[in-house]
């Protein structure tokens, strides 16, 4: 007994000694040359004479913090980002799909990295006829007791379980990437809402003042109709502006609501449920220094391209899988236990029962399916990298665009700011001529719809370059530092 079990040690051991991984090992890919995301690019933003709309600097090679958005220097939007973090349903299905990977691994590492050992407690009645041994006499019934413990264990001799592992785990590594993306999305999804929000609000008071100008020029201008110093021609023109002013109202006023209902969403609740204060560009502050890390770095941050060179790996990792499939596959299998007719008799050495064997399963013949599945793993893998290619590709593009839109942007709102304070010394002018006698009302009111008109454009011109310091944050990643995959083992996966 003692030399069997000697001779079934040097087998397996020798097995275990000369077992292999085959298949390739994953090679991360290497970060773009660039050195730069645009030519030919300026350090800072034209200057805009204008408090909280200042110029911009660039810092390049500096490291974007986590919490970003704080950078913005508004109360009002830290507690909505930190009450949407709180409660989105959409982070809790992504932390609920990144939960699920997780057990998965724990799946996968219990089924095949570890025996099975099972207890089975059998117990049969059985009456048995002497005919069945081909003799004569009576019937014999009796009690059968066979408790025992059986043990399987499959051994990864060519890695194809190891390598199984390594996709389970890049799934890991997928899902937690796909969290910091939703992350990254509600957070940058939430302050352009916001910001929205603020642009129509103001939007909507401009106009309000706009209509109540345009109906004071409409009823002076019905006076000199009267006393034949206007045409009725004139009247109707009057009427068709101010119509088509108020006309805006609406349209505006129902894109605000539906701003409105969509920050509610945000922060994971109903429409009618939210209690908050109307949200003011006096309630943010555009930040004058923006953090820019070097191109090389950008892969290794943000969650899109993570997520991609996740199913890379995991892609990889499924040719070993199915290249380790053309291999044999050893399995022992082993029970130890007892067989008696009583209870008391079960502890006696006669009554020890056990067993001992092992299976050796070689493919021989499969019809070509092992080696079609290897070169489906194998363009599988292609594809992953042309999908990882494109991924980093349109990331370099999303942060040349938003660095461009900073730049033009901050140009668009200079111009617009000119032109509004011309607009607004245009109408004081008017005002003080008109208190002595120099002008006629209507030339005030005509001057000041002329500079409600570019109120509006900077306005909007405003927003834009909130939302484009929005879109470089969210470009660059958000902040997220690069996860190593070590992190996944800290949990005991």
């Known amino acids: 007994m003692n030399y069997f079990w000697t001779y079934v040690f040097l087998i397996f051991g020798s097995f275990l000694i000369t077992a292999c991984t085959v298949g390739p090992d994953y090679k991360r890919p290497a970060p773009p ?56 349903p959409t982070l809790e299905a992504a932390e609920g799909a990144l939960k699920q990977a997780q057990e998965n691994v724990a799946i996968f590492s219990g089924n095949n990295f570890y025996p099975s050992v099972d207890l089975n407690l059998g117990v049969e009645r059985q009456k048995v006829t002497a005919a069945s041994s081909g003799t004569t006499g009576s019937p014999t019934t009796y009690n059968l007791w066979n408790p025992s413990l059986n043990m399987s264990y499959t051994f990864d001799l060519f890695g194809g379980q190891q390598r199984g592992m390594e996709a389970l785990l890049a799934d890991v590594d997928y899902q ?29 008071n401009v106009i309000q003042k706009m209509i ?3 109906m004071k020029i409409l ?39 539906y701003t409105s209902h969509a920050i509610s969403v945000l922060v994971g609740e109903f429409p009618e449920e939210i209690q908050r204060m109307p949200f003011t560009f006096k309630d943010l502050h555009l ?45 022992l299998t082993g029970s130890v236990g007892t067989m008696a007719l009583s209870t008391h008799d079960m502890m006696a050495n006669s009554a020890t029962v056990w067993s001992l064997g092992s299976s050796l399963l070689l493919p021989l013949f499969k019809g070509g399916a ?18 990882y290619r494109q991924t980093v ?35 004081l002018i008017s005002e003080r001529q008109f208190k002595v006698g120099g002008v006629p009302y209507l030339s005030v009111l005509n001057a000041e719809i002329q500079y409600l008109q570019t109120l509006l454009n900077t ?18 990643g958000g902040g997220w530092e690069e996860k190593l995959t070590q992190e996944n083992q800290t949990m005991g996966y």
């Open 176 to 204: 937690q990437y796909l969290w910091e993306a939703a992350h990254l999305t509600l957070v940058s999804t939430l302050i352009t809402t916001l910001i929205q929000e603020a642009s129509l609000r103001e939007q909507i």
């Open 33 to 88: 040359h660039t050195q730069t995301y645009v030519k030919d690019f300026p350090d800072v933003t034209p200057k805009a004479q204008k408090k909280g709309q200042e110029e911009q600097h660039f810092n390049f090679g500096e490291k974007l913090q986590h919490d970003w958005w704080t950078l913005f220097k508004s109360k009002p939007l830290n507690k909505l980002i930190e009450k949407a973090l709180a409660h989105s």
């Open 287 to 331: 930040p004058r220094n923006l953090p820019i890390q070097l191109p090389a770095s950008l892969v290794r941050k943000r969650p899109d391209i993570k997520a991609s060179e996740a199913l890379l790996k995991a892609s990889n990792a499924n040719i070993g899988v199915a290249q380790a499939n053309f291999f044999p596959t050893l399995t």
């Open 459 to 476: 306005i909007n011109a405003s927003a834009l370059r909130f939302t484009d310091t929005v879109a470089l944050f969210q470009a660059l």
């Open 212 to 214: 109540d100008v345009q």
């Open 393 to 427: 590709l349109t990331a370099f593009q999303e942060v040349a665009d938003a660095l461009r839109s900073i730049v033009q942007d901050a140009k668009n709102f200079q111009l617009q700011n000119s032109a509004q304070e011309k607009a607004l010394k245009t109408f």
């Open 219 to 257: 009823e002076i201008m019905k006076a000199q109709l009267k006393m034949g110093g206007a045409a009725e021609v004139d009247i109707l023109t009057q009427e068709t502006l101010l119509a088509q002013t108020q006309a805006l109202l609406p349209t505006l006023e129902k894109q605000l609501y």
């Open 370 to 387: 092992l080696t079609a599945e290897k070169r489906a793993m194998e363009a599988a893998y292609d594809q992953a990298f042309a999908n």
